[in-house]
């Protein structure tokens, strides 16, 4: 166990429809960043969040958005979501990047778009 | 922009025995992190090991080591003494020393373990 947690584990969602995917981090992290991981493929980076602040975006859509809260929670929201947005999200946490930094990876959220 | 490829996408090893997978990687920076994470069917992406491109020594954690040649950006993952619950997906990875650096995945290896 790695101390990041998320919620929920599972979800199905209706074309159209927004979701919202929460991340724990592990105590002591400021930094999360956000990974959608299709079926057979490796992670790819949505955004990262550093004190509250965007800290960096791969190349998704805006209606991928999200927050980070004072106690370094986080959130993933996706509006108008589509069949293709159909994925594993995975948050990961570490304290702030750099050398000698490690990222801790959550169980993610198995998201289904039907 | 960086990439990381891996070549093989399924490999088989009788336990007990030694496998090695492959990954490449491009990229124009000169200090960077390279990693090897698992990810067995819980979906957790577990840290296996991890090289430091400045240093010349390969990375070795127990029966899990790297073969990291710079000049031609290999970074193959040795496991030796194969065990059952080495068996999952097995994702090459890079990241850059920026502030706002990202870890670029490659899509990975399945590995089977034989009995």
């Known amino acids: 166990e790695t101390g990041v947690t998320q919620s929920p584990t599972h979800l199905i969602k209706t074309r159209g429809q927004q979701v919202t995917l929460r991340c724990s981090s592990q105590?002591?992290?400021?930094?999360v960043s956000w990974y959608q991981q299709a079926l057979g493929q490796g992670p790819q980076f949505i955004f990262q969040?550093?004190?509250?602040?965007?800290?960096g975006r791969g190349n998704f859509p805006p209606r991928f958005s999200g927050l980070q809260f004072p106690n370094y929670s986080s959130e993933l929201n996706v509006n108008a979501l589509e069949l293709d947005d159909s994925a594993l999200y995975l948050c990961?946490?570490?304290?702030?990047?750099?050398?000698?930094?490690?990222?801790?990876f959550g169980q993610g959220t198995r998201l289904t778009v039907v | 922009a960086q990439t990381v490829t891996q070549s093989q996408p399924e490999m088989s090893v009788q336990e007990a025995e030694t496998v090695t997978l492959s990954c490449t990687y491009d990229?124009?920076?000169?200090?960077?992190?390279l990693f090897w994470y698992k990810q067995p069917p819980s979906r957790q992406m577990i840290l296996v090991i991890r090289?430091?491109?400045?240093?010349?020594q390969n990375a070795t954690e127990n029966r899990f080591s790297v073969n990291f040649q710079k000049a031609a950006k290999s970074f193959s993952l040795k496991i030796s003494d194969s065990q059952l619950g080495d068996a999952a997906m097995y994702f090459c990875?890079?990241?850059?020393?920026?502030?706002?650096?990202?870890?670029?995945f490659g899509k990975g290896t399945r590995l089977h373990i034989l009995p």
């Open positions: 090289q430091e491109a400045y240093k010349q």
């Open positions: 105590s002591g992290h400021n930094t």
């Open positions: 990229t124009s920076e000169s200090d960077y992190y």
């Open positions: 990961a946490s570490s304290l702030e990047w750099g050398r000698d930094t490690e990222a801790f």
């Open positions: 969040y550093y004190r509250e602040e965007e800290n």
């Open positions: 990875a890079y990241r850059s020393m920026n502030r706002d650096d990202k870890i670029i």
